[in-house]
């Protein structure tokens, strides 16, 4: 087993190449395919997951990558520990031309998020870790701990997250249901650092999303007192499953509510 805060400082570094090789091809803007289940893949999705498998086999040889564009990766359950990867997340906000995407790196054990590392390419930020969260801009040796996530005052209306592009009704019942006083709208897997930061403080999620595309943020916040619940309430677990790789629903808290 890797012991998990020196493993996400690795993946950081490896998070932070991958991050390079998409902020060259962003003012490219490359033309996207579509992929069997209608979402877009470009050149610098296939670039930035070629190095990060890259870097992965030489530095963790034993270590299973199951990655988003590795189609070949989805049929195997990953075993007790394993990585899950997302090279590109926000691909439409990409090929948009803005800065709302990033690259995803989790590390499972045993069904468990429990470390991970997501990387901002065009403002080259970096957050990452397991027990300790860590944040950088440029170069990692530069980093700084995350400071606690500040509370929110008694009776202040919670900031909730949505997305761009994958919002549906459903969605729009729960924010009014949790009485949000604000909406901040992204693409990417960085609404995890708003909750991590306290910009935000829920999330929920109704369509179609990807263990990958989640992992990482999940991982990065139960180390500061927050997660992932199902619609039981449950924190979510990681794995191949009947559905492949597809997550259920889900809401994402800041800080989990109490029981």
């Not at 992929?35 to 997951?49: C, G, L, W």
């Not at 090279?87 to 995407?101: E, M, N, Q, V, Y």
Request: charged letters at 20%; aromatic letters at 6%.
């Amino acid at each position: 087993m890797h012991p998990p805060d020196a493993l996400a400082a690795a993946l950081a570094e490896i998070a932070r190449k991958a991050g390079r090789v998409l902020a060259g091809f962003h003012p490219l803007r490359p033309r996207p395919v579509l992929k069997s289940d209608q979402s877009p893949v470009t050149e610098a999705d296939r670039a930035s997951e070629a190095l990060i498998l890259e870097e992965v086999a030489r530095a963790f040889p034993a270590l299973p990558v199951i990655s988003e564009e590795n189609a070949e990766s989805h049929g195997v359950h990953g075993g007790d520990e394993f990585l899950l990867v997302d090279p590109l997340d926000g691909t439409r906000a990409f090929i948009a031309g803005t800065a709302d995407f990033c690259v995803c790196i989790a590390l499972i054990r045993r069904g468990i998020p429990v470390a991970g590392v997501l990387h901002a390419p065009i403002e080259d930020e970096t957050w990452w870790g397991a027990s300790q969260l860590w944040s950088a801009r440029g170069v990692l040796s530069r980093a700084r701990r995350l400071s606690p996530r500040p509370v929110r005052p008694v009776g202040e209306m919670p900031v909730a997250l949505a997305s761009h592009f994958h919002g549906n009704a459903e969605t729009d019942e729960i924010l009014a249901r949790c009485g949000a006083g604000r909406i901040i709208r992204m693409s990417s897997a960085l609404k995890f650092v708003k909750l991590l930061t306290g910009e935000a403080d829920l999330y929920p999620r109704r369509t179609r999303t990807m263990q990958w595309d989640i992992a990482a943020g999940d991982a990065l916040l139960r180390a500061a007192g927050g997660g992932l619940l199902d619609d039981e309430g449950h924190l979510l677990t990681y794995g191949r499953t009947s559905e492949g790789w597809a997550a259920p629903p889900f809401m994402a808290y800041g800080a989990l509510p109490a029981p």
